[in-house]
């Protein structure tokens, strides 16, 4: 397992250096800079804010620049944000985007999990056809779509829930941002685990085990569970990166102050500082999320290892 691990890790130092290789030039050579305005500076300051940034160096000391500062995990200094570095004010929304992304994905597991099941189980039945419904809907209907919906019908006609701000950080004020941001990803989990608990549940282990007299729910439980989880598995890493990078449009839509706004803040300044170190924060938490989804896909199929 060790030796896995190891090469997944190594597999990932390529992909990471290419992608920040690319972020890097992408944004510096795209129009404007971080100092433009609607009322432009004086020569002479522009000229001294490029000089304190090392703005007017070649473009490939600037990017070997950066990467020896990366090497030391320091993210550098935000270009519009005074007296905050990148990693400073990445920490100070990290909290909020951590809560509200953990709390859909747990929420998104939950709800996808017992969905499937409950489909697989009731197979072509109203049920099944009702929870199918459900997942399309989930599927079709983008978030900041059902986010003024879920708004306008809970928050303003019924005062039931608050249609923004995060409060003590309670349920109370993360309940519809937690609906609209796991709602896709309940919606693909049930449809992948139907599918798999399905073709389990056909499986000749499946049919041994109720010859023996075994209940319905105790043969999903001990025996059709796991086999029937590893597709749902796979697809658990790139949903928790989503959760946690597609948080932005939710946090700025119920004004939720974590990466989000940062990042929403920065791009609309050309704060190349912060945009990238956005962008590199989230590129290696994708990367870590997927490692562990392959640890254990790795323990739920052994056979893995040995490919």
């Given at each position: ?99 509200l992304g ?53 928050g303003v ?5 608050p249609v ?144």
């Amino acid at each position: 397992m060790f030796g896995f691990a190891l090469r997944r890790l190594l597999s990932t130092i390529p992909v990471l250096l290419i992608a920040i290789t690319a972020c890097f030039f992408i944004l510096r050579l795209a129009p404007g800079g971080p100092f433009d305005a609607e009322r432009a500076l004086p020569p002479e300051v522009l000229a001294n804010l490029r000089a304190y940034y090392h703005l007017d160096d070649p473009l490939i000391v600037q990017y070997l620049r950066y990467l020896g500062r990366l090497a030391q995990f320091d993210l550098g200094p935000s270009f519009v944000t005074k007296d905050f570095s990148v990693a400073r004010q990445i920490g100070i929304g990290l909290p909020y985007t951590l809560v509200l992304g953990g709390t859909a994905f747990l929420v998104a597991i939950v709800g996808g999990l017992v969905a499937g099941i409950v489909g697989a189980i009731y197979q072509n039945r109203s049920v099944d056809y009702f929870v199918a419904a459900v997942a399309m809907t989930g599927l079709v209907v983008p978030n900041f779509l059902v986010a003024p919906i879920l708004q306008l019908v809970f928050g303003v006609k019924l005062a039931w829930l608050p249609v923004g701000g995060w409060g003590d950080g309670s349920p109370y004020f993360l309940t519809l941002p937690v609906i609209v941001l796991s709602l896709p990803h309940i919606a693909r989990i049930s449809r992948l685990m139907r599918g798999s608990m399905v073709e389990t549940l056909n499986a000749n282990f499946i049919k041994t085990a109720k010859a023996k007299g075994i209940g319905r729910w105790r043969t999903v439980l001990r025996h059709a569970l796991r086999p029937a989880l590893t597709p749902v598995v796979s697809y658990l890493g790139p949903a928790a990166s989503y959760l946690l990078t597609g948080s932005i449009v939710v946090e700025q839509i119920f004004g939720i102050p974590g990466i989000g706004r940062y990042f929403v803040g920065a791009a609309l300044n050309r704060d190349y500082g912060m945009v990238l170190g956005t962008v590199i924060f989230y590129m290696v938490l994708i990367v870590v999320l997927n490692l562990l989804v392959d640890l254990t896909y790795a323990w739920l199929d052994p056979k893995v290892r040995t490919r």
